[in-house]
């Protein structure tokens, strides 16, 4: 079985190219288009008019639509019932079909950078999620932490932890533990900001 490529591995399928062709085999031109193929281009069309259906409203509006596939899929978000909504998805899929190659580009592309920003997202919790657990484990994470972000309240930082232990060892709920995940939040945004900032005089730098 040929391997799967690192881009199938790591994005949805509905970003996956879809090759649409009017016959089954290049070598043979006359051999009309296999059933599977259809099956296949079919598929993957229904998968981005699904992907595009579960938008929030706001990205939807940054894709490039058809003003009728637009209308469509605002439609089927307004639809509760799981029959209407099944045959409204189908006529999306019939609209998806009759979009070009280009057309189709184009919307994957704007859904990239979708994945692109949630991945980024998600990423950034994650890295808040470690600090915060590092510093309730260790208190040589407080140092580190104090030292990578010198802007920090440390008074508040050390109290904090000390409460999110306590809350922990008491079995009570975890408000001091969800304070410190915004103190983190908000230490490393400053951080990120801070590096922002400084690229336009960098900029001025290299070009003096």
């Keep these: 079985m040929r391997a799967m490529s690192r881009a199938s591995r790591h994005n949805p399928s509905y970003l996956q190219p879809v090759v649409r062709t009017d016959i089954g085999d290049e070598d043979d031109p006359g051999t009309p ?5 259809r099956k296949r281009e079919v598929t993957a069309l229904q998968d981005l008019g699904t992907a595009l259906e579960a938008l929030p409203k706001d990205r939807l509006a940054k894709v490039p639509l058809p003003e009728t596939l637009a209308d469509a ?16 998805m189908q006529y999306i899929g019939k609209l998806m079909r009759a979009l070009t190659d280009d057309d189709i580009e184009a919307i994957r592309r704007v859904l990239a950078t ?12 994650h890295a808040i999620e470690r600090w915060r657990d590092r510093l309730l484990a260790d208190d040589g994470a407080i140092t580190e932490f104090i030292a990578a972000h010198p802007d920090t309240d440390v008074q508040a930082l050390r109290t904090l932890v000390r409460n999110a232990r306590k809350e922990a060892q008491l079995g009570k709920p975890p408000k001091s533990s969800r304070e410190l995940f ?10 990120d900001q801070a590096g922002e900032d400084a690229e336009p005089s960098n900029l001025e730098d290299d070009q003096a």
């Excluded at 899929?73 to 409204?88: D, F, M, N, V, W």
């Excluded at 979708?114 to 919790?125: D, H, I, N, P």
């Excluded at 915004?182 to 951080?191: F, T, W």
């Design 33 to 37: 288009k296999s059933k599977s193929q």
């Design 73 to 88: 899929l605002r439609e089927a978000r307004r639809i509760t019932s799981h029959e209407g909504k099944r045959r409204q």
């Design 114 to 125: 979708f994945v692109g920003a949630s991945k980024a997202e998600t990423a950034r919790l």
């Design 182 to 191: 915004q103190a983190v939040k908000q230490a490393l945004a400053g951080h």
